[in-house]
């Protein structure tokens, strides 16, 4: 389990602020220890110091619609740097993860960039706050249709932890962040290069793309 591999790290996952807004929903993942995904509670978690740690989804709702079963991984992260900024504020380690496998759990409708699907599901983003894929998994007795996730495993591997200097606001320039948000983008592309034929796809590819 996660307290074996990692002892004294108190992991806080984060998640859409939206999400909290849904009665009783926003309850039960506040008792399951999560957090929403703003500023202000990445530095509350981390202020705290003594292994208070925090675990950011970055591809977030805009990589969800880029989440079709097949060997290309659409990574949104380009030009997602406020983490590292944060990360730099209190002096908090990067550490890239990667999964393979998440893409199989739903088939979801073809909407490739530019479509008029696409579009859609990016108004309803701005105006809602989260994305809407088209998806269809399995149901309880049967397989065609239904919401639950295929079954298939999904293989996680955690890499080496990118070291960041804790700096003060005023010290932290744009050449900094840009250094620090480069060396995680290949240290999860070397993840992504290094484990991928294990997991049965030596041939599959990973794109870093921009969040537009």
């Given at each position: 389990?996660?307290?074996e591999k990692f002892p004294?790290?108190?992991?806080?996952?984060?998640t859409l602020k939206s999400?909290?807004?849904?009665?009783?929903?926003?309850?039960?993942?506040?008792?399951?220890?999560?957090?929403?995904?703003?500023?202000?509670?990445?530095?509350?978690?981390?202020?705290?110091?003594?292994?208070?740690?925090?675990?950011?989804?970055?591809?977030?709702?805009?990589?969800?619609?880029?989440?079709?079963?097949?060997?290309?991984?659409?990574?949104?992260?380009?030009?997602?740097?406020?983490?590292?900024?944060?990360?730099?504020?209190?002096?908090?380690?990067?550490?890239?993860?990667?999964?393979?496998?998440?893409?199989?759990?739903?088939?979801?409708?073809?909407?490739?960039?530019?479509?008029?699907?696409?579009?859609?599901?990016?108004?309803?983003?701005?105006?809602?706050?989260?994305?809407?894929?088209?998806?269809?998994?399995?149901?309880?007795?049967?397989?065609?249709?239904?919401?639950?996730?295929?079954?298939?495993?999904?293989?996680?591997?955690?890499?080496?932890?990118?070291?960041?200097?804790?700096?003060?606001?005023?010290?932290?320039?744009?050449?900094?962040?840009?250094?620090?948000?480069?060396?995680?983008?290949?240290?999860?592309?070397?993840?992504?290069?290094?484990?991928?034929?294990?997991?049965?796809?030596?041939?599959?590819?990973?794109?870093?793309?921009?969040?537009?």
């Open positions: 389990c996660f307290e004294n790290i108190n992991l806080r996952l984060l999400n909290f807004r849904i009665p009783f929903y926003g309850l039960y993942l506040s008792l399951l220890g999560l957090c929403d995904a703003s500023k202000e509670s990445c530095n509350y978690i981390l202020e705290k110091g003594n292994g208070h740690r925090i675990m950011l989804v970055l591809g977030g709702a805009k990589e969800a619609l880029d989440a079709h079963p097949s060997s290309e991984y659409i990574l949104t992260l380009k030009n997602r740097k406020g983490f590292i900024k944060i990360g730099l504020a209190h002096g908090a380690s990067l550490v890239p993860v990667f999964s393979f496998g998440e893409n199989d759990l739903y088939d979801q409708i073809s909407n490739p960039r530019g479509s008029k699907l696409r579009q859609f599901q990016m108004i309803l983003q701005k105006k809602l706050g989260y994305s809407t894929p088209f998806f269809r998994g399995r149901g309880i007795f049967q397989y065609a249709f239904g919401f639950l996730p295929q079954r298939h495993p999904i293989d996680t591997y955690v890499g080496s932890p990118i070291e960041l200097p804790k700096l003060k606001k005023e010290d932290i320039t744009s050449e900094i962040i840009d250094k620090y948000h480069q060396m995680y983008m290949d240290a999860l592309t070397n993840l992504f290069d290094t484990y991928k034929e294990k997991h049965g796809n030596k041939d599959a590819t990973s794109d870093i793309i921009p969040c537009g």
